[in-house]
């Protein structure tokens, strides 16, 4: 660590607060079977907290969400630290909390530094300098080796300039700094919150073992992301790092774990890791089970045989839509015909599916809608109560919101997202009708979550609600 007389400063408590920031809503306990494999850690963060620990940074590392702070407990917690800089997640819907936040401590620590980073943030370096006007700069990219450096700057007292740096007064020369190019040099994440997660009823370990994506689908941030600030598209950590972080876990006591991966089997090369992956679980016998997330284009019986044979109980996969403008919209490269091979896959491998689907965007009608409540009945097993009223979110930065402006349908900017308006305008009032009929039943599927039986029979009910709303739209 550099030498710096303030380091020793009694007032200092922490050189860097890194924080996830307070959401609407706190986090409650539940027992839904469908949402046990979603990460309740902050992963990205978590990482960034052990690179810098391990390079001598003392660092306070806070999820306000999993904490159940809101934003008044928030800043009293790092007001008692005197932290020199605070890293935040830019999480869009709660940019306005940010500012909120990073304003109240920055009137009583008129000197700190304040950065944010993301995917969000690396899409939007400009705006999100606009919209929370507290911040002093957005990083870009990969946030470990940048943060150490901006870290060695500050503690030596010099002003942070990196290539992928975004000041609100910039300097005139800046350093380069480079995006993680391998995934192995990374220590494992700081486990801090695996626990208060795991009690809250996300039961999983969250496991990274790629970044990036090398598709480019419209409305999504993670192909920009990596394509813009990162040295390839997709890059991979090797399974023998992988699988010693997950057996360290599994000799905890955990046989649960989750790839945080955007896609776990983008092309060959990631398919022959999986194998490999497969065979080493085996070779090793750890029991256990795991999730990921890939395209419908992805799943191969004999892949996928294998991967379940090694624990692979559930799938992701971003359906999206089955509709053909929704697809070509989407820039998705795939047709309805992959979405409907991928399930008959995984039904015969008696694999789980978590689909994504978008049921309503700006062009969506009401058979489009029709059409895909008749394809998650027949496909899925699990689903989550607003499943049916999943609407496109239209991020800056992303291909999706020039589509969308250049059909005239395009709104203002809230909180951090484009509002838009449907092309036809009985999609908009069934969507109104869905959200309505929904809530409804929102309790009744708190109830009957945990239970199987009872959650079939409930979403059979619903989509045939939903069905018979269509019906009245199009009459």
């Known amino acids: 660590m550099p030498e710096n007389k303030k380091l020793t ?50 660092v306070a590392f806070f999820d306000s969400p999993l904490e159940n702070w809101d934003e008044q407990k928030t800043i009293n917690e790092i007001l008692a630290l005197q932290p020199r800089v605070i890293g935040v997640l830019a999480r869009y819907p ?16 008129p000197e700190i530094y304040t950065i944010a980073g993301g995917q969000y943030a690396t899409l939007n370096p400009r705006l999100l300098l606009d919209l929370v006007p507290s911040l002093d700069s957005v990083g870009c990219g990969d946030g470990e080796d940048l943060m150490l450096s901006v870290m060695m700057d500050i503690l030596n007292e010099q002003k942070p300039s990196h290539s992928r740096l975004f000041s609100r007064k910039p300097s005139a020369s800046s350093r380069s700094t480079a995006s993680v190019s391998d ?11 695996l626990t208060t997660a795991q009690n809250l009823g996300f039961e999983t370990v969250g496991i990274t073992s790629s970044r990036g994506c090398p598709f480019r689908c419209s409305f999504c941030v993670p192909h920009i992301f990596s394509r813009t600030s990162a040295p390839s598209a997709w890059r991979a950590r090797s399974v023998l790092s992988i699988a010693d972080e997950i057996e360290h876990h599994w000799k905890e006591g955990n046989s649960l774990f989750t790839f945080s991966d955007e896609h776990f089997l983008p092309h060959k090369e990631a398919k022959l890791r999986a194998v490999d992956f497969a065979d080493t679980v085996k070779y090793r016998n750890m029991e256990i089970e795991f999730m990921f ?54 039904k015969d491998l008696e694999i789980e599916l978590i ?67 449907f092309k036809h305008r009985e999609t908009d009032r069934l969507f109104t009708s869905f959200n309505q009929t929904l809530e409804n039943y929102r309790s009744l599927y708190k109830k009957t979550a945990s239970d199987k039986l009872a959650l079939r029979s409930l979403k059979e009910h619903i989509i045939e609600t939903l069905k018979n709303e269509v019906r009245n739209a199009t009459k």
């Open 9 to 58: 400063d009694q007032v200092t408590k922490v050189d860097i607060v890194l924080l996830r920031p307070p959401v609407d809503t706190p986090f409650e306990r539940f027992n839904d079977d469908s949402k046990k494999t979603i990460i309740g850690e902050p992963l990205g963060l978590a990482l960034i907290s052990s690179f810098l620990k391990a390079s001598g940074i003392r």
């Open 94 to 109: 709660f940019l306005a909390s940010i500012e909120r936040i990073l304003s109240r401590i920055r009137s009583n620590i």
């Open 183 to 193: 995934l192995n040099t990374l220590p494992w994440a700081d486990r801090k919150y």
């Open 293 to 346: 997330d890939c395209r419908a284009d992805s799943v191969e019986h004999a892949l996928f045989a294998k991967l379940k044979r090694a624990g692979l109980m559930r799938v992701f996969i971003g359906f999206e839509t089955l509709d053909s403008e929704g697809l070509l919209a989407f820039q998705k490269d795939l047709s309805s015909r992959h979405n409907l091979e991928a399930v008959r896959i995984c």
């Open 355 to 421: 689909p994504g689907m978008i049921f309503f965007h700006p062009w969506a009608t009401p058979m489009s809608v029709l059409a895909n409540l008749e394809f998650h009945a027949q496909s899925f097993e699990l689903f989550d109560w607003d499943d049916f009223t999943t609407c496109l979110k239209a991020i800056p930065g992303t291909p999706i919101v020039e589509r969308i402006r250049a059909d005239g349908l395009l709104g203002n900017l809230r909180n951090g997202l484009f509002e838009w308006s």
